[in-house]
């Protein structure tokens, strides 16, 4: 694997887009040369030219559609990972066979993904700022190689610490306990996971590591566009045991099933007759530049299932989520952020944890061990009232 050079942070992000469109290469040059702070300094038509020109140049960050002839997007990102270890976003077309290739490429190794503009807002300007923040926020990112999801159920105890774990084995068993002791007193009936950029590989070896008589109901925001969180959902219902589907209004939140908020819709938590419903908003607007947003979600826990919550704040790019960790910490539930070296983007994490609203920092490759153990302790509270 290819070692990025060490740039001056001063320097703007150098990108290199591949689009069989010489259209739309055009577009998005000019799209992006009118962000501040990027510079396009070079483009290709297909997969295969994208691999020759790494060859003479390295940008910082590749701008790639999915569907192109010879050698597609899928095929060239895997090489892009593995041989050159460059931050990749995916130009995806809004159609659902787009979104189900965007999925595919971020569980193979993509960081984030654009939908791709239509002409007016290319030639309008008006894309140039997502693009552009979409860019910046890559040349930030973490690569990390595409893996299989975990099959097997996660187990906390004499667990071995994995990969990202502390070098210290006895600092990862202290780490462990802590997490056993805060479930053990918090109870949790509920999990809730809040994650963005980086975040789909990252829900496919957390939810993996999850068995199928997995007690609880698990509720996630993953910040993605309407029509991606279901490709979403149906891509993580094939790979793991636990159930997994997109969230629908008023619907009961089962023992193991995961529901994940639609693209566009806030996700919240409502209380009543001893169970836990999700509820679906289109009206308020965006809560931290999201919809769905993970500060509604966490904060409307704090409200309904107060104490007994488990929530965990998964790698993303921005703030959101921490205010609401922060309502969930005064109401003493389990508040739970992943470390910087296992995320592709620490944005979401580090506001919480800064902020003193994480009552435990656990690497990625632990949090299923963590969400067992919140089952471990719901079965045992519920021995007890039996």
């Not at 702070?37 to 994208?50: H, K, L």
């Not at 559609?65 to 130009?91: F, H, N, Q, S």
């Not at 790979?239 to 099933?257: H, N, S």
Request: net charge negative.
């Amino acid at each position: 694997m290819s070692e990025a050079p060490i740039r001056n942070a001063t320097q703007p992000v150098r990108v290199m887009i591949v689009d069989d469109s010489a259209l739309m290469r055009k577009l998005l040059s000019e799209a992006l040369r009118r962000a501040p702070g990027i510079e396009v300094i070079d483009t290709a038509m297909d997969g295969q030219f994208a691999l020759d020109h790494l060859t003479r140049i390295q940008p910082d960050v590749v701008l790639m559609d999915v569907d192109m002839p010879r050698l597609d997007g899928l095929a060239a990102l895997e090489r892009i990972v593995a041989d050159y270890a460059l931050p990749v976003v995916m130009c995806s077309a809004q159609t659902t066979l787009g979104a189900q290739a965007t999925i595919q490429a971020l569980a193979r190794g993509a960081v984030d993904f654009i939908e791709k503009p239509t002409l007016a807002a290319l030639t309008s300007g008006e894309a140039s700022v997502s693009i552009g923040a979409k860019v910046r926020g890559a040349m930030n990112a973490r690569v990390r190689p595409a893996r299989s999801a975990a099959r097997v159920p996660a187990q906390v105890a004499n667990q071995t610490p994995p990969p990202s774990a502390p070098a210290d084995a006895s600092a990862w068993q202290k780490t462990v306990k802590q997490i056993e002791s805060l479930v053990r007193k918090a109870k949790p009936e509920i999990v809730a996971i809040g994650t963005s950029t980086g975040g789909p590989p990252a829900l496919e070896q957390v939810l993996g590591g999850l068995p199928i008589d997995f007690p609880l109901g698990i509720v996630i925001v993953q910040h993605m566009p309407p029509g991606f969180t279901q490709q979403l959902a149906s891509h993580l219902d094939r790979i793991c045991q636990i159930k997994v589907r997109e969230a629908v209004d008023r619907e009961l939140i089962e023992p193991g099933v995961v529901l994940i908020a639609p693209g566009g819709l806030h996700l919240r938590v409502v209380h009543g007759d001893g169970k836990y419903i999700a509820t679906l908003d289109e009206r308020t607007p965006p809560v931290s530049g999201h919809r769905p947003s993970v500060d509604v979600l966490f904060e409307s826990l704090a409200h309904s299932a107060q104490s007994h919550a488990a929530a965990f704040l998964m790698t993303g790019m921005g703030h959101d989520g921490a205010d609401g960790l922060g309502k969930l910490a005064e109401a003493g539930a389990v508040t739970v952020a992943q470390t910087p070296d296992s995320c592709v983007c620490f944005g979401m994490p580090k506001s919480a944890i800064d902020r003193g609203f994480s009552r435990a920092v656990i690497p990625l490759e632990a949090i299923a061990s963590a969400i067992v153990a919140c089952g471990s302790a719901a079965r045992e509270a519920n021995l007890n009232t039996d």
